[in-house]
């Protein structure tokens, strides 16, 4: 017999395509308790609000796109692409405390803008330019991870640390920290993720396992990948599992603020599976015709995150012809800095893999550092 799927719950969604926004005075909270919790979640959040959102994922989109063409042209070695994913990624950033720690695969380009990293420390990575970029300390932002599923057992680790050194639970909320990591669908068939899930839940860790299920590990879909629904997964480890629509920006904020002051204040960890679509193909390297149809693409080009915030945002008076106008140059403006930025980086030199293997001073590494020196100076620049 085949497994029995838990039967299909709507995901959690308070802006929907047409840019209708439900507030908490139209929902019945007898009957939606929790989308009414949602939406009182940010209610605070007006239309300077949205308009800031939307300017985050059109700069984040347009980035994306001068980042392709980049790689396209031989600047870069490969990029991955996260069109699509813009509000999933600009509304979970926008639903963390600043003292929360993110912890992202290698397509987290919207949370890495709204945390504070220039565009140009991402593209050090895909140039080879660098093996990170910046600095996690300083944005409370890790490094891509390329290994999938990787960065979740780093994600767990470092969110016991901190529940071990008193920053959870204490009440004091510019304090109390929670972990986001980031993940997707395919991701959730390895192994390494699963065991960080069981040892968060055990432990009650303070991470929110944040899961962008865009329908496709590459060239298998979702549906190869797991008989149920990614969030009701959740239940096995011991914590709860919520499904939201990964296109509204809205909904994607709600639910990860709730699931991080969940985890700040010691409840524990929760999975957010945001469901959206990664409108280009998994990297530059992939050709997603082989696999997906042009009429699945043309129906999730219909469910635009930007559109639908710009629908609301021109339906509700919030914003004007002269604020995207003032988007849209912001973006060309943005995408000539990045490409500039790219052709200008430099090679960086054969020594500088060792400068940040260890925090101090390590004999081995200080050793390897001389051989290369001398080997460098003495050996003739073509047998190099």
């Given amino acids: 017999m085949p497994p029995v799927a838990p039967a299909p719950q709507a995901p959690v969604q308070l802006l929907d395509p047409s840019g209708a926004r439900r507030s908490g005075e139209q929902i019945d909270e007898r009957e939606q308790p929790e989308l009414a919790r949602y939406a009182e979640l940010v209610a605070g959040v007006g239309a300077e609000q949205l308009r800031a959102r939307y300017r985050d994922m059109a700069l984040v989109r347009r980035f994306d796109v001068e980042a392709t ?9 490969l990029w991955a692409s996260c069109t699509g994913q813009e509000a999933a990624q600009v509304g979970a950033g926008h639903g963390l405390a600043p003292q929360d720690h993110v912890f992202p695969t290698y397509r987290e380009h919207g949370l890495a803008w709204v945390r504070g990293v220039d565009p140009l420390a991402v593209l050090q990575l895909y140039r080879g330019a660098s093996h990170g970029g910046w600095d996690p300390a ?17 994600a767990t680790g470092y969110a016991m640390g901190v529940q071990r050194d008193g920053l959870v639970g204490t009440g004091d909320r510019a304090r109390d920290t929670a972990v986001m990591a980031c993940f ?23 991470v929110v396992f944040f899961c962008q299920n865009n329908g496709w590990a590459i060239s298998a879909p979702a549906s190869r990948q797991s008989a149920a629904p990614l969030h009701a997964r959740a ?38 599976e945001a469901v959206t679509y990664r409108v280009n193909a998994h990297t530059t390297s992939d050709d997603a015709g082989r696999y997906r149809t042009r009429e699945e693409e043309e129906s999730w080009r219909a469910k635009d995150p930007l559109a639908r915030v710009e629908a609301h945002l021109r339906a509700t008076g919030g914003a004007d012809d002269a604020f995207f106008a003032a988007v849209r140059e912001e973006s060309e403006e943005l995408g000539t800095r990045v490409r500039r930025g790219v052709r200008q980086m430099t ?17 081995l590494v ?3 550092r001389a051989w290369l020196e001398t ?10």
């Fill in 69 to 77: 063409a980049l790689q396209r042209q031989g600047e870069l070695a």
């Fill in 235 to 272: 239940a096995g480890f011991g914590m709860p599992g919520v499904q939201v629509d990964g296109n509204d920006v809205l909904a994607v904020e709600a639910v990860v603020r709730a699931a991080g002051d969940r985890a700040r204040s010691g409840a524990g960890p929760t999975l957010v």
């Fill in 347 to 363: 090679d960086p030199g054969p020594t500088s893999m060792f400068d940040h293997a260890y925090a101090a001073e390590h004999p």
């Fill in 138 to 154: 300083d944005h409370a932002f890790h490094l891509y991870t390329l290994v999938i599923g990787a960065q979740l057992p780093h």
């Fill in 184 to 206: 997707g669908d395919g991701a959730s068939s390895q192994g390494e993720v699963n065991e960080a899930l069981s040892w968060a839940g055990v432990f009650s860790a303070p």
């Fill in 366 to 368: 200080a050793s390897e």
């Fill in 375 to 384: 080997w460098l100076a003495t050996e003739p620049e073509e047998a190099r």
